[in-house]
């Protein structure tokens, strides 16, 4: 069975930090892991994303505020997101990709809100 736990979502005042991590199970040739979001009335967005030899990709956005990294032993891909704006308030959703099917595997997504 399938799994994507994600945890580290919350509420945090403008110029703060949050770590996200995203724990995948169950997932065959475990590729690119990423990071996307989502906020009201918007289409989801691509974050970051990483492959499973460490190569990044972020959005112009966060290049520079965001880091994503991963635990291969642990299948676990993380974002530490700093000098956040309310313009990064969203759900985000931890997306894993079987590499061999190239199928894409979704979490139920983590809010964070970025407010004073």
């Known amino acids: 069975q399938v799994q994507l736990v994600e945890s580290g979502g919350g509420l945090v005042q403008p110029g703060g930090s949050l770590r996200l991590s995203c724990a995948a199970s169950?997932?065959?040739?475990?590729?690119?892991m990423g990071w996307y979001r989502q906020a009201p009335g918007n289409q989801r967005e691509l974050v970051a994303t990483?492959?499973?030899?460490?190569?990044?990709n972020y959005a112009g956005s966060v290049k520079g505020r965001f880091t994503i990294s991963r635990d291969n032993a642990k299948n676990t891909v993380y974002l530490q997101m700093n000098s956040l704006t309310a313009e990064d308030t969203a759900v985000y959703y931890c997306?894993?990709?079987?590499?061999?099917?190239?199928?894409?595997?979704w979490g139920q997504g983590t809010q964070v809100t970025v407010s004073s």
């Open positions: 997306k894993a990709t079987n590499a061999f099917l190239r199928w894409d595997y």
């Open positions: 169950g997932i065959s040739n475990l590729g690119d």
């Open positions: 990483i492959s499973n030899r460490g190569s990044t």
